[in-house]
Structures are given as C-alpha cells and as structure tokens.
T-cell receptor, first 112, second 114 residues
Framework: GENVEQHPSTLSVQEGDSAVIKCTYS??????FPWYKQELGKRPQLIID?????GEKKDQRIAVTLNKTAKHFSLHITETQPEDSAVYFC???????????FGKGITLSVRP | DADVTQTPRNRITKTGKRIMLECSQT?????MYWYRQDPGLGLRLIYY???????NKGEISDGYSVSRQAQAKFSLSLESAIPNQTALYFC?????????????FGPGTRLTVL
C-alpha cells in the first residue's frame, strides 16, 4: 500500500520567514495530495490540495508543489505568522474511490 | 452550519469494557471514516464506508468494529478495550466523486483505557 513520509517532525521559523514542509510518497499511482492543518486541540482542516495533472497551486500565502518523478510534494508558507503554528499533515490517494494515507505530521512553530 | 459531531468528547474506561463512539453528520455526505491519532504516528485509518451498505477495513482495524446505521451515522465499537487503544479518535466525512476528495473532520473523542 501507499506510504507517506514527512521529515523532519518539527520545524521552527522566525515570524515573517518562509517555511517549507516536504513529503514523499511511494505509490506512483497516487494522484491526489492534500495538506491538512491541525491547530492545538482542534480538528484537522484542509488548507490546500493538488492533483497530479498540475505542478503547483497557490492560495494567498500558501502553495503546494508536486514532483511526480521524484514522488514528493511540498507545502510552502510565505510571510509566516504566529497563527501558522500548528501540526501539518500531508496525505496521498490514488483516486476518488480510494482512501487517504496520511503522513505522521510535522509541528511548525513560528517564533514572534 | 452543516457539521460533523462526535459523542462522547471524552471517555475514560477500564480494560475489557465495551465502548461505542458515535459520529453524526448533517453535511449530507455519503462517505464516512474513522481515524485514530497518536502522538508521532499521525492519522491512521480504522474503517471507512462509502455508503450505508459499504464497510471497509482500514490499516488498523483489529480490535475495532463499525456500524453504519444511516447515511448520517457511523459508530465505532471497541469490543474489549485495551490500554493501547488509548488515543484521540476522529470521524470524518466526504462527498466522494471526482470533483471533491476533501474530508471534513469531527471534533474528536479522547479515549483513555485504564
């Protein structure tokens, strides 16, 4: 089955700097890659996703890039703010009738 | 607003007890999922259901069972709880279909097995 890995497990950045979180996946048939954000004590929520027919997608300060050859995708957050501090999960699936496989999550801390 | 709700929100029980966690949704979604979250292990899928007559095992289904009573309700049972089932449990829903794979999570149930 699919295996999704996130490294490192924690990341600390200064407010205003950029943060990049990378995930790798194992199944070349995977074609959908979402990112979920979980604030402390809250439920995970989708922040951005990308399908395999595009290489990059942006939404204000966040963007996701996909490299299908290398089987990795990354979340980019620019001009980080304290409210960006959270656990970020990447995931992958092989299509609309399949399930999501999540990575273990990375804790992002934004220092004021 | 349409939402996903879980009951109870917190539960402490003893080894060997039978426990049921309930999930209800008013989003009108066909797909429902149960995950557990453990520190450092992320979200792991226990069971999922694409409609009332469809139940599928996830990656960690041993020790758990589910019931899809209606489109809006999906319950998770621990027949004989053990301490390593102590975790945060999330229910999630999804529309399904090519246009949308987003999953919407409930608030979670924190289960402690003593």
């Amino acid at each position: 089955g699919e295996n999704v890995e996130q490294h490192p497990s924690t990341l600390s950045v200064q407010e205003g700097d950029s943060a990049v979180i990378k995930c790798t996946y194992s199944d070349s048939a995977s074609n959908y890659f979402p990112w979920y954000k979980q604030e402390l004590g809250k439920r995970p929520q989708l922040i951005i996703d990308i399908r395999s027919n595009v290489g990059e997608k942006k939404d204000q300060r966040i963007a996701v890039t996909l490299n299908k050859t290398a089987k990795h995708f990354s979340l980019h957050i620019t001009e980080t703010q304290p409210e960006d501090s959270a656990v970020y999960f990447c995931a992958a699936s092989t299509g609309a009738n399949s399930k999501l496989t999540f990575g273990k999550g990375i804790t992002l801390s934004v220092r004021p | 607003d349409a939402d996903v709700t879980q009951t109870p929100r917190n539960r402490i029980t003893k080894t060997g007890k039978r426990i049921m966690l309930e999930c209800s949704q008013t989003k009108g979604h066909d797909r429902m999922y149960w995950y557990r979250q453990d520190p450092g292990l992320g979200l792991r899928l226990i069971y999922y259901s694409f409609d009332v007559k469809d139940i599928n095992k996830g990656e960690i289904s041993d020790g758990y069972s589910v019931s899809r009573q209606a489109q809006a309700k999906f319950s998770l049972s621990l027949e004989s709880a053990i301490p390593n089932q102590t975790a945060l449990y999330f229910c999630a829903t999804g529309r399904g279909g090519r246009a949308s794979d987003e999953q919407f999570f409930g608030p979670g149930t924190r289960l402690t097995v003593l």
